[in-house]
């Protein structure tokens, strides 16, 4: 079992920045993948970003150049930074790790743009 805790959340003028920060129980080298969601009233989960155990990342359109999705090992935590905040940014952002047989999930941490 892994547990994940992310914190960094809050509320932010446009065009702020924040940095989301998810602490991992166990060694995050063994996770496949490790991840952001994010969610927003009455929608879907989507994907954020991602990155590999290798370093690849992947990004969806609206954050691409905006955000960015890095991974410290010797701390067992994944940051998402992200720049140039829009109020369509605002969602309960989600960690998520994937091992070749898991997916577990965070509890999520509140981001708010306001215009």
């Known amino acids: 079992q892994v547990q994940l805790v992310e914190s960094g959340g809050g509320l932010v003028q446009a065009g702020g920045s924040l940095r989301l920060s998810c602490a991992a129980s166990?060694?995050?080298?063994?996770?496949?993948?490790m991840g952001w969601y994010r969610q927003a009233p009455g929608k879907q989960r989507d994907l954020v970003a991602l990155i590999t155990s290798g370093g690849t990342t992947n990004y969806a359109d609206s954050v691409k150049g905006r955000f960015t999705i890095s991974r410290d090992n010797a701390k067992n935590t994944v940051y998402l930074q992200m720049n140039n905040l829009k109020p369509e940014d605002t969602a309960a952002y989600y960690c998520?790790?994937?091992?070749?047989?898991?997916?577990?999930w965070g509890q999520g941490t509140q981001v708010t743009v306001s215009s």
């Open positions: 166990k060694n995050i080298f063994s996770m496949n993948v």
């Open positions: 998520h790790a994937r091992t070749s047989m898991y997916g577990y």
